[in-house]
């Protein structure tokens, strides 16, 4: 017996160790170029600089831009377009970080992901991207119901049509208590667009290129029509809540940036990766921050902040001006505008799967990329069969309350990976100081910051006692001063991320802070997830991980070991 206890006891830290020893692999440098021609299946180059400014600006603008300026501005009155502004600022952090890291890693897909296998380690890696893939099916299957529904209203304009089309087809009939919702028209809206991604990236370039490019135009019209129909007195008060309800409305508005990222896991695709990421992040945000901006300008001049309809402000506000042909226009926005999100949105999914292929934490079968189209169709077909099957058979809306997790814990550890990877060259080296190692001081300071991030958050949203914020503001800073005095940082290859540390650290505070502001069920759903992720690489990923692009983790413990 005592025998059989010690051999079961020698196992399972038999297994600990292989699992810590798996789990602390990091991707090489030098790997991130070669990771494709191992496979010799490569993705083509053949997306230019115009093209990924138009699949950032595609990602980003969808139908929102039409309904969430009018929503918010309900509570923030003309003070809306402060709040885009403060949301684009925070938006612009992030993205300066996904610059540097774009440019610093040109060769092969993965974004987010990828980062975080080269600047942490695999588990890490795994973790970030279940998050992101989440949200990423969860939003594809809620956009393409949204966007069936756009399609049946816009429809319904004709008399010949109205109130004619069941509700089956793309409205979503409830079956079994609600518990499955019918939709015809979402999944078949679904294989369209994944048989265009899947015939090649040119071609579906060129799709997302003249729908966002008819996107972006409408608005354009939508703006200049609205600018002769603005009456100033309407723009006073221009804080009628004050300055806590603009602060508000930017973490809600935040989200209608989100979709920059989606350039950096086109890395493979792009003809000049090295220049045109980071100049294709940055100029797409700054077009949707105009874009938002004017539009909150407008809506908010042409009819008194206290007036606007809830669903379609922008089209209730022109029909009440008389000019319905814009409300009209507005829905072709709408859908060309919802259209170009899910497309995008199925590109980085088969991306990001086809980069987990590759390293071995998936199957190989998503590795494959096709022949002759040079895309990804297993990864591909399976990202919209997934969404289809969602969207056809239940009605996520009501799961979107769980979003953005993985959107913001993508964001702050992209932000950390700036920070971590710069110590590379120079911390490595180093000994340790006092009783623990430079780098592990520095994972210190950063989950300092975003704990602070979580408390100040936590307090803001339940209006704790503004001690406690201040509190959490002040140990925050301390962590970043402790970061930046107390580590070397080098100059990356490329485009530079200005301000490194307090850029970085920034950002992280600020998507923390945000992610306080989520729904209790978005936390819980964090952690379970994080959970059954870990249990997947332990059972999985660990084992068929390819080991060839990763550096040991004993090569690297001296970063951290304790004295």
Request: hydrophobic share 50%.
């Amino acid at each position: 017996m005592g025998g059989q206890k010690n051999a079961a006891s020698s196992s399972r830290r038999s297994f600990c160790s292989g699992f810590w020893s798996s789990a602390l692999r990091r991707k090489t440098l030098a790997s991130q170029s070669d990771a494709a021609a191992v496979h010799g299946e490569v993705l083509v180059r053949g997306l230019g600089l115009f093209e990924l400014i138009l699949l950032g600006i595609g990602a980003s603008v969808g139908a929102g831009i039409f309904v969430i300026t009018g929503t918010v501005a309900h509570d923030a009155g003309p003070g809306v377009t402060i709040s885009f502004v403060l949301a684009g600022a925070a938006c612009v952090l992030n993205a300066l970080c996904y610059a540097e890291l774009s440019s610093r890693f040109p060769a092969v897909v993965g974004g987010a992901y990828m980062y975080t296998y080269a600047a942490f380690n695999e588990l890490t890696a795994f973790l970030v991207f279940t998050q992101l893939m989440l949200d990423y099916h969860i939003g594809a299957a809620s956009i393409a119901r949204s966007l069936a529904s756009y399609v049946i209203s816009f429809l319904e304009i004709f008399s010949v049509l109205k109130g004619h089309i069941p509700s089956w087809i793309g409205g979503g009939k409830e079956l079994f208590g609600g518990v499955v919702s019918i939709n015809i028209l979402a999944p078949i809206l679904l294989i369209i667009l994944t048989m265009i991604l899947c015939f090649g990236v040119r071609e579906s370039s060129v799709v997302n290129s003249v729908m966002t490019v008819t996107k972006v135009l409408i608005v354009i019209v939508v703006i200049f029509a609205g600018s002769f129909e603005i009456d100033v007195s309407n723009w006073s008060p221009f804080a009628p809540n004050g300055i806590k309800a603009i602060v508000t409305g930017a973490t809600v508005v935040f989200f209608a940036y989100v979709g920059f990222d989606a350039i950096a896991n086109s890395a493979e695709e792009s003809k000049r990766p090295q220049r045109d990421l980071p100049i294709g992040i940055l100029g797409s945000l700054l077009v949707c921050i105009i874009l938002y901006v004017a539009v909150c300008l407008v809506i908010t001049g042409m009819v008194p902040y206290k007036f606007l309809a809830e669903d379609a402000p922008l089209a209730q506000a022109f029909t009440a001006k008389g000019l319905k042909f814009v409300s009209i226009l507005i829905s072709v926005g709408a859908i060309a505008g919802l259209t170009t999100t899910l497309l995008v949105g199925l590109y980085v999914q088969s991306r990001l799967y086809l980069g987990l292929g590759r390293d071995g934490l998936l199957p190989s079968v998503f590795a494959k990329v096709h022949p002759t189209r040079h895309t990804p169709i297993h990864s591909q077909v399976w990202v919209g069969c997934v969404a289809g099957i969602m969207a056809g058979l239940f009605n996520v809306h009501e799961l979107s309350h769980i979003l953005s997790v993985g959107t913001l814990t993508g964001y702050s550890v992209v932000s950390a990976c700036v920070i971590t990877l710069r110590w590379k060259d120079k911390v490595g080296s180093q000994g340790s100081r006092m009783c623990i190692s430079s780098w592990h001081e520095g994972i210190i300071s950063l989950v300092v910051v975003a704990c602070c991030g979580f408390g100040a958050g936590i307090c803001y949203r339940f209006g704790g006692s503004f001690i406690f914020l201040v509190v959490a503001i002040v140990i925050a800073i301390l962590a970043a001063a402790a970061l930046h005095f107390r580590q070397a940082y080098s100059d990356p290859p490329g485009f530079s991320c200005p301000g490194v540390p307090v850029v970085p650290i920034a950002s992280i505070f600020f998507n923390i802070f945000l992610f306080a502001q989520l729904h209790e069920e978005a936390w819980l759903r964090f952690i379970i997830v994080s959970f059954i992720s870990v249990g997947i690489y332990a059972i999985y990923g660990q084992y068929n991980a390819n080991v060839a692009s990763t550096l040991s983790s004993s090569l690297i413990g001296a970063r951290f070991q304790f004295c």
